[in-house]
């Protein structure tokens, strides 16, 4: 080694070292900080948020969640949707704006399986925010007309609808848009670690408390109303992904020994009848697997399967019955890799 070289080497030692230093001391920094839990109910459903930070962040996770029940939650007297619904002048916030938004974009790749203006419909049916008797096919037929997300926009600032009638209902977008919602304050606070949970629609980030990937089970179907059964099908690593996960064999009932499903058809007017049990999502962002979550419950399993052969962003998890009483999987070939058997 000649002289110019040990002087480079003796200028570039004090900056390595201050490298190593650094190093450590973020290390040693995250090994240190404390992972927190919040756990509450919001959406008529629990939510659990784990994220590693220095404070404590419930109050500004609280506070996010409720700007997201009052712009989109039609359970909420005060909120903006209702105000939509019920034709009064409103000012539309961000938030309703982005999710209208997005909707509307999800509605057209999926030529109308998802659709927010079919909420007269499931209230009919007596899934929705009101609960009416079961209706007749003059009903059906009669608020069918009224159903469609080409008939409302985006102008100036206001929802224009077609049929003053007309109702939106955001339930199966609102939840994965929460979700985002949290995971952004959550980022924005410098947070590297962290899952969002609310209902079962799941943001992670980063590592666990144990340093490993995030992993989130996929519930085994089963008649089972009243939630008590937690079988799970299989468990997928969900690290720096958003999951959603929409299903009929939970939110039925039955009536004249007919099985009725809260999956209402915005086409037919009629609860979807197939043989897909449930679908999970994963994708970029958890507004958008929970909008293609429940796209796919209204699609069925071969439809389901034709549109993500051109949304390779996406990736599916898809359970059914296979017409001889079992239970059968198919799932996207990118999302091999991340099941955990």
Request: proline share 4%.
């Amino acid at each position: 080694m000649d002289e110019k070289q040990k002087k480079k080497l003796m200028w570039q030692l004090p900056f390595l070292m201050l490298l190593i230093v650094g190093t450590v001391l973020i290390i040693s920094h995250q090994q240190s900080t404390p992972y927190r839990q919040a756990n509450d109910f919001v959406f008529g459903t629990t939510y659990k948020i784990v994220y590693q930070c220095d404070s404590d962040l419930t109050a500004s996770i609280r506070q996010e969640l409720m700007r997201v029940d009052y712009s989109l939650s039609p359970f909420n007297k005060e909120s903006v949707i209702t105000a939509v619904n019920q034709n009064r002048e409103v000012m539309l916030d961000p938030y309703f704006v982005e999710v209208f938004n997005k909707a509307m974009e999800i509605s057209r790749e999926t030529k109308g399986a998802f659709d927010i203006t079919v909420a007269p419909l499931v209230n009919a049916w007596g899934f929705g925010f009101k609960h009416e008797q079961m209706p007749t096919k003059r009903q059906v037929d009669s608020l069918r007309q009224i159903i469609g997300y080409q008939k409302v926009a985006l102008k100036n600032g206001k929802v224009e609808k077609q049929d003053p009638r007309m109702m939106l209902d955001c339930s199966a977008i609102a939840k994965g848009f929460g979700v985002d919602a949290v995971a952004r304050l959550l980022r924005d606070r410098g947070v590297q670690n962290f899952m969002v949970e609310i209902g079962g629609e799941v943001v992670t980030c980063g590592v666990n408390a144990q340093r490993l990937p995030w992993r989130v089970g996929v519930v085994k179907p089963s008649e089972d109303s009243l939630s008590t059964g937690h079988e799970l099908q299989t468990i997928l690593n969900v690290t720096d992904k958003a999951m959603a996960t929409s299903g009929n064999y939970r939110n039925f009932y039955y009536k004249n020994g007919r099985r009725y499903a809260h999956t209402i058809d915005p086409k037919t007017g009629y609860p979807v009848q197939h043989s897909l049990l449930s679908a999970t999502v994963l994708a970029a962002s958890c507004t958008v697997a929970d909008a293609y979550a429940t796209s796919f419950m209204v699609m069925g399993l071969d439809n389901a399967r034709q549109l993500l052969e051109h949304h390779p962003e996406l990736m599916a998890y898809l359970i059914y019955d296979d017409g001889k009483g079992d239970i059968a999987v198919w799932f996207s070939p990118s999302l091999r890799h991340k099941i955990e058997e």
